[in-house]
């Protein structure tokens, strides 16, 4: 805002005052001389009060509260009235109305006449009177206009219409506050017409019969604005964190679909080769099978390929390798999707239960049919409750407001859970037996270190000529010295 300054003010004509016989005694410090019979101004004090003025509207705009302006002499009240209406602040431009401060009845009137006038226009009833008729009404609607404003309560952000009764109460009621400085008096006055605030009103704590209600204060325009700001930033949060999810539910809801085919394809040839678990149980080979298995998981390409040594040791034929190689591939990318399948509660895991149930399986050997099978069925099932959560989530997340959060105390989304635990729980009690570790001897043979290698008979097909069966570690072995 540009400041104004002592020339400025001597080209305008602000240092001409009034006639010296009609002059206030309180005016006598701001006077700098008198001329002609006319007071002058002293323009150095009024460049300061100017400033102290400006200071003084600027701290109460920040506060969000209203300013009327009034300017009803010819010189000051179109620029009054055009720059006001630029920043939405009551004005009074035209006559003042005799008593629009002390008097408001006949204010109130013009008011209620003001606003029949304007439902005139809108209701139909405009067009059904004559145009002389709607002349003369529209004369006094400018008339009205010209004698009639809104005022802003003091502590308050909206306008209020008051007749004249009601504005000399008013007044009454901020002069007792000036004096004894009782807000709540203050606000239960506003409370009785009407007057509060929409938070002020909905936060009132009522009071027991005979007693004030206790009111809050108005929240400032910048505390509106605030509070505003602040909504919808938790609303753009929720709405980000919202697709986020939708997208974690969305990918995985996309990858049980691959999984589910991948999960069949196995139980299929798990059923339909059984050479595969013949050669996975002879002695040695399996775990030399489980390591390249590990192997292919952790480079992430399946490639399988067992050691030189261990074909010739155990003889391997061709169609053994064939059928080895492509078990061992689809375990690898079984025993892959089921270590991305086994998530935390954070991660789209139900409860830390199915985390460990799910764990448990997708760890067991892929030595058997039954372990393969349950490992497939295992990611067929958390497929299928990964697609239809994504479902439920996609119908839900369509209702204004709606949080992740929300979605997890779902009744519909509960049941769902539930039945997902019931299925866990059917697929635990079938497999028991292969979830439960194995208790070791508690009564092993005395000495197994010493105790010597069994011979094997030559013939023996099982164990590859000159080699041994180790009795402390059931491994393949090279026979030793004296074996």
């Known amino acids: 805002m540009s400041r104004a300054n002592y020339n400025d003010l001597l080209e305008a004509g602000v240092h001409f005052g009034h006639l010296t016989r009609k002059w206030n005694p309180a005016m006598a410090p701001y ?16 460049v300061a009060k100017l400033d102290e003025a400006c200071e003084a509207l600027k701290q109460i705009a920040k506060s969000g509260k209203k300013i009327m302006f009034v300017a009803t002499k010819k010189q000051a009240k179109d620029v009054v009235a055009a720059n006001v209406k630029n920043i939405n602040m009551p004005y009074v431009t035209e006559r003042w ?31 059904n009177i004559n145009k002389k008729e709607r002349l003369l009404i529209s004369r006094e609607r400018e008339k009205l206009e010209k004698t009639t404003r809104k005022v802003v309560p003091r502590g308050l952000r909206t306008e209020r219409e008051m007749n004249q009764g009601e504005y000399n109460q008013y007044l009454a009621a901020i002069n007792q506050y000036q004096t004894d400085g009782d807000e709540q008096k203050l606000l239960n006055f506003y409370d009785k017409f009407g ?70 394809d196995m139980i299929g040839y798990a ?25 292919g998981v ?132 079938e497999n028991m037996d292969l979830l439960s570790p194995k208790k070791k001897d508690k009564n092993p043979p005395a000495n197994p270190s010493n105790a010597p290698a069994t011979k094997l008979s030559p013939n023996d097909s099982s164990v590859p000529p000159g080699y041994i069966k180790d009795p402390k570690t059931g491994v393949i072995r090279k026979k030793r010295e004296g074996e």
């Not at 606003?115 to 139909?124: F, N």
């Open 298 to 429: 952790n480079v992430g390409n399946f490639s399988i390929n067992l050691p030189v040594g261990i074909i010739k040791q155990y003889e391997l034929s061709s169609n053994d390798l064939t059928a080895l190689q492509m078990f061992m591939q689809k375990s690898a990318q079984l025993q892959s999707r089921g270590r991305q399948l086994n998530r935390t509660p954070g991660e789209g895991s139900t409860s830390d239960y199915e985390t460990k149930l799910l764990g448990g399986i997708y760890a067991l050997p892929s030595d058997s049919q039954r372990a393969i099978i349950l490992k497939s069925d295992a990611l067929i099932m958390q497929g299928m409750f990964d697609e239809e959560r994504f479902k439920l989530w996609t119908k839900k997340s369509k209702e204004s407001g709606y949080t992740y959060n929300d979605f997890l105390i779902d009744d519909d989304f509960k049941e769902l859970k539930t039945n997902y635990r019931k299925k866990l729980d059917a697929i635990r009690e």
């Open 195 to 264: 007057w509060l605030e929409s938070e002020q009103a909905r936060n009132r704590r009522i009071a027991k019969e005979g007693e004030p209600s206790v009111i809050s204060p108005a929240k400032t325009q910048s505390e509106m604005d605030a509070e505003k700001e602040t909504a919808t930033k938790t609303a753009s949060g929720r709405a980000e964190a919202a697709g986020k999810m939708e997208a974690r539910l969305g990918l995985q809801a996309e990858a049980a679909f691959e999984n589910t085919n991948i999960a069949k």
């Open 31 to 46: 006077i700098f001389m008198e001329k002609n019979g006319i007071h002058i101004i002293d323009l150095n004090k009024t």
């Open 97 to 127: 109305p005799g008593g629009m401060l002390t008097n408001f009845a006949t204010i109130r009137k013009a008011i209620k006449k003001m606003g029949t006038i304007d439902r005139m226009a809108t209701d139909g009833t405009w067009e």
């Open 271 to 295: 059923k339909n080769n059984p050479l595969v678990f013949d050669l996975m149980n002879r002695p040695g080979l399996g775990n030399a099978i489980a390591r390249a298995i590990q192997e």
